[in-house]
């Protein structure tokens, strides 16, 4: 609530409609926001506003979360990270997020020495259904891919600590099975890991904001039945 101001103080002293428009934008999840502008003058201006607007209220910016940059070196917000790659913008995991995913992985790994290999796998399964669910609509098939080439090897260490004195073929037959189209599946008769490479990247449907959702309840009906239909299509 002590950000509602925000908003309006920036739409009243940067007005989008006026002949030389500063191209601001203010974009807030929660506590968490971004603000956008078309030079780096207009953008340390507004945050010395914000600064005053926050002070007065008891509040001010973290110095370690606050950043002024350009879209073409990039930012991370929310867990994915928006840059403009030769005037293309694409918006990807980001680096924190992978790492904080991998570290999950990793320790639930570490943990599970003692587990059997079914409840192994039910323990992950959820952390990945989970974070490829958030990330599954913007560009992320090859972080897919080589999370699952990490997940892989760590698998792999957790089987041979387990048989230090067995052979290679006997650790890969004993958890891994063939498939049709894959040979490497950490796998057993009742369940199968989830692999990151599998999951369908949905694309955000945009939503036309000139919709009124007590007017045009057609429109959002059917906005309504895409998302669950892409919903129940993923893991």
């Known amino acids: 609530m002590t950000l509602d101001g925000i908003e309006k ?8 409609r006026s002949k030389n428009s500063t191209k601001v934008n203010f ?11 078309n030079s780096e003058e207009i953008t340390r201006e507004i945050k010395d506003k914000i600064a ?15 950043l002024i940059t350009n879209i073409n070196e990039g930012f991370d917000f929310l867990g994915w990270n928006f840059r403009k790659y030769k005037d293309k913008l694409l918006i990807k995991p980001s680096k924190k997020s992978i790492k904080r995913f991998t570290e999950t992985i990793s320790q639930t790994i570490s943990e599970g020495m003692a587990w059997s290999q079914d409840f192994l796998i039910a323990k992950l399964n959820p952390i990945i259904r989970g974070w490829t669910n958030y990330h599954n609509s913007v ?27 067995k052979s290679k073929n006997w650790v890969i037959n004993k958890y891994w099975k ?45 906005r309504q039945n895409k998302l669950s239909s892409r919903k129940s299509q993923s893991i």
């Open 178 to 222: 063939r498939s049709v189209t894959r040979k490497w599946n950490f796998s057993t008769e009742r369940n199968n890991l989830l692999l990151l490479s599998k999951i369908r990247i949905f694309r955000h449907i945009p939503l036309k904001l000139q919709m009124n959702p007590f007017l045009d309840n057609g429109y959002f009906c059917e």
């Open 27 to 37: 974009i807030r999840y929660c506590d968490d926001f971004i603000v956008t502008a």
């Open 9 to 16: 103080l920036l739409l009243d002293e940067y007005p989008k």
């Open 139 to 165: 560009v992320s098939s090859d972080v897919f891919q080589k999370l699952d080439h990490k997940i892989w090897e760590l698998l792999w260490k957790w089987a041979k600590r387990r048989h230090p004195n």
């Open 52 to 66: 005053v607007f926050l002070k007065l209220r008891g509040l001010e910016l973290s110095d370690d979360k606050t």
